[in-house]
């Protein structure tokens, strides 16, 4: 079954940027790679998307090589708002692989 | 206004009885699902349905049932509970399913069961 690895948590400071990679070797030519964000006792939230090279938005960055086989996030000049779960979701063809593991827990310090 | 609602937020049971979650989204999305997370923080998909007609039904049991009676609601019922069953479920939707379809969620019920 496809799945997605990413680390299970990161630290980091106010202000830095951060960098959280999700691997993906078994991508496939229609899927897009989508992150998502969760506080605690929330749902999962849309940040951003791509398919392939790099998506800016106003909140992050996604780079993705060209065998697209591994995606990273950016987060620039993270502050203590930033501390959540980001999960990487790959939209693999076929259906049974819309499970998002369980993501990377950020904490963002002062 | 909130994008996909559910309810209730919080239920607290007791084994061997049968509660049920509803959930609705007001973003004219044509697919709906129902997620759970459970205490390990993994977060996965139940059911899906695309314009009222089961698209996923991963390995869940059969005491699990979903129904949509249009395509703006899907609601969860389970019977005969179980310790196991205490978890969140979230309720979610897209536009579409696949190819790059964002997927909206609800705050998300927490279900206990003693």
């Known amino acids: 079954l496809a799945k997605t690895t990413q680390p299970i948590s990161m630290d980091s400071y106010e202000g830095q940027e951060v960098n959280i990679t999700c691997s993906h070797n078994n991508i496939a030519t229609n899927d897009y790679i989508t992150w998502y964000q969760q506080f605690p006792s929330q749902g999962p939230r849309f940040i951003i998307q791509g398919y392939k090279t790099k998506v800016t938005n106003e909140v992050a960055s996604l780079f993705i090589p060209a065998d697209r086989k591994s995606s990273t996030l950016s987060l620039p000049r993270v502050s203590l708002s930033d501390t959540a779960v980001y999960y990487c979701l790959v939209d693999f063809s076929g259906y049974s692989t819309l499970t998002f593991g369980k993501g990377t827990m950020l904490l963002v310090s002062p | 206004d909130t994008a996909v609602s559910q309810t209730p937020k919080y239920l607290v049971t007791q084994m061997g009885n049968d509660k049920s979650i509803k959930c609705e989204q007001n973003l004219g999305h044509d697919t709906m699902y129902w997620y759970k997370q459970d205490s390990k923080k993994f977060l996965k998909i139940m059911f899906s349905y695309n314009n009222k007609e089961l698209i996923i039904n991963e390995t869940v049991p059969n005491r699990f049932s979903p129904k949509s009676p249009d395509k703006a609601h899907l609601n969860l019922h389970i019977n005969s509970l179980e310790l196991g069953d205490s978890a969140v479920y979230f309720c979610?939707?897209?536009?579409?399913?696949?190819?790059?379809?964002?997927?909206?969620f609800g705050e998300g019920s927490w279900l206990t069961v003693v």
């Open positions: 979610a939707s897209s536009q579409q399913q696949g190819a790059g379809g964002t997927i909206y």
